[in-house]
T-cell receptor
C-alpha cells in the first residue's frame, strides 16, 4: 500500500470553477508535505510546502491545508483556468531524512479544465 | 528561472547505444540529487539517490550497471543509460536538494525524454 494516496485519480471541471484535491498519507514521523504541479512532459513545479505545524498555506489561487492528526492534506484551486490542467502531486518527506528516501510521492491527480 | 537544468531535453538513440543525461544545479550546491523515471500518466518512480563523491544508492529493481550515475561535483550529476533498448524509452527527471536555513528544498529539472529506436 502506497504511503501517500491521492484522490481523485482524475478530475474534469469547467473553467472558472473551484476544485479540491485530496492527499492522505501514512508516512510517520513526517517532516513536511509538498504539493507539486506537473504539466505534461515537464518537471514538477512546487506549489506549496508545509511543515507538520502548519495548517494552511496559499500560493495565489492555490491553497493547501494540512491536518497532521488525521494525516490529510488538500489542495484547493480557486477560479480554475485552462492553464491549471496538469497533474498535481502530493509529496511527503519523512522526519528521518537519511538522504536515501527523501520523498514519498502520491500517484497524482490529473486535472483537466475545460472551457 | 529554472534552478535545476537537465540536458538534453529530448534525445533519440539507436538500440544498443548509450546516452548520457546531465542534471545541473544552477545557483546552489547539491550534495544530493535524485533520478526518477516516469511513464505516461504515472507518477515519478525514484531510481537512485546520488550523493556527491560517493556511489549512488539504487532502488530495488533498478540495474546499477545499466543506469550509471555519476555525481562528480556539487552541481552536476549524470545518468548514463547503457546499451539502451526500446523499453528504456521514458521520461527521466532529476531533482536536487538545496539545504538552507529554512530547511530542505527540492527542485526538479525539466526532464529528459528518451526515445530508443
Amino acid at each position: 500500500k502506497n504511503q501517500v494516496e491521492q484522490s481523485p485519480q482524475s478530475l474534469i471541471i469547467l473553467e472558472g470553477k473551484n476544485c479540491t484535491l485530496q492527499c492522505n498519507y501514512t508516512v510517520s514521523p513526517f517532516s513536511n508535505l509538498r504539493w507539486y504541479k506537473q504539466d505534461t512532459g515537464r518537471g514538477p513545479v512546487s506549489l506549496t510546502i508545509m511543515t507538520f505545524s502548519e495548517n494552511t498555506k496559499s500560493n495565489g489561487r492555490y491553497t493547501a491545508t494540512l491536518d497532521a492528526d488525521t494525516k490529510q492534506s488538500s489542495l484547493h484551486i480557486t477560479a480554475s483556468q485552462l492553464s491549471d490542467s496538469a497533474s498535481y502531486i502530493c509529496v511527503v518527506s519523512p522526519a528521518m531524512d537519511t538522504g536515501r528516501r527523501a520523498l514519498t510521492f502520491g500517484s497524482g491527480t490529473r486535472l483537466q479544465v475545460q472551457p | 528561472g529554472a534552478v535545476v537544468s537537465q540536458h538534453p531535453s529530448r534525445v533519440i538513440c539507436k538500440s544498443g547505444t548509450s546516452v548520457k543525461i546531465e542534471c545541473r544545479s544552477l545557483d546552489f550546491q547539491a550534495t544530493t540529487m535524485f533520478w526518477y523515471r516516469q511513464f505516461p500518466k504515472q507518477s515519478l518512480m525514484l531510481m537512485a539517490t546520488s550523493n556527491e563523491g560517493s556511489k549512488a544508492t539504487y532502488e530495488q529493481g533498478v540495474e546499477k550497471d545499466k543506469f550509471l550515475i555519476n555525481h562528480a561535483s556539487l552541481t552536476l550529476s549524470t545518468l548514463t543509460v547503457t546499451s539502451a533498448h526500446p523499453e528504456d524509452s521514458s521520461f527521466y527527471i532529476c531533482s536536487a536538494r538545496s539545504v538552507g536555513y529554512s530547511g530542505n528544498t527540492i527542485y526538479f529539472g525539466e526532464g529528459s525524454w528518451l526515445t530508443v529506436v
